[in-house]
């Protein structure tokens, strides 16, 4: 007979859904707002550049062309980051964040408890066959010989500080390694 797992409380998942991951959209669309005002403050100065150049009497049409290739380019970017891509990639960005931060067991993860050599079989759903290898050979590299690399829901080889600083955060796991953290 199996023995079930213990599952973390509900109200620690909604809290830390309702912390961490709040958190980071908003840092997600602090850092693309950011970079929405910087690709438009270029795209304006080439615009002025453009009209400089291009409407003058000593014909640079090579310069020109550039200009306008390199002004389409940052159109192009700036009508991509405005579409209503927003709710699609808030809605991604939560999945990861539940999956890696209010995950009290990893499941679905490479750091799910269980034989090392082998993925996990929620975890094998959501890669591609031709990445399997490479997952394998991480897995086994974060497990070793031991069959859990989890201590109270979050990676072992995580620094104490940032384990502490994490739960400050409203986070109840970490399933993602030491170079995520950085």
């Known amino acids: 007979m199996k023995t ?4 973390s409380n509900p109200k620690n998942r909604k809290t830390c859904i309702n912390t961490k991951c709040k958190t980071v959209l908003k840092n997600f669309h602090k850092i693309k707002e950011k970079s929405n005002k910087s690709i438009e403050k270029k795209y304006k100065k080439l615009l002025q550049q453009e009209k400089q150049i291009c409407n003058s009497k000593s014909l640079n049409s090579e310069n020109c062309q550039k200009l306008k290739e390199e002004i389409g380019d940052l159109k192009y970017l700036l009508d991509q980051n405005n579409k209503k891509q927003n709710q699609k990639e808030s809605k991604s960005i939560l999945s990861f964040c539940k999956k890696w931060f209010c995950n009290k067991t990893c499941k679905g993860t490479v750091y799910e408890d269980g034989n090392p050599d082998e993925l996990p079989k ?11 290898d490479s997952w394998k050979k991480q897995r086994k590299e974060i497990f070793g010989e031991k069959t859990s690399v989890l201590k109270d829901g979050f990676y072992e080889g995580l620094k104490k500080e940032d384990i502490v600083k994490l739960q400050k955060e409203g986070a109840i796991s970490s399933c993602v390694g030491h170079n995520s953290m950085k």
């Open 122 to 132: 929620s975890f094998l759903k959501k890669i591609k066959e031709s990445d399997q």
């Open 4 to 7: 079930r797992k213990r599952r």
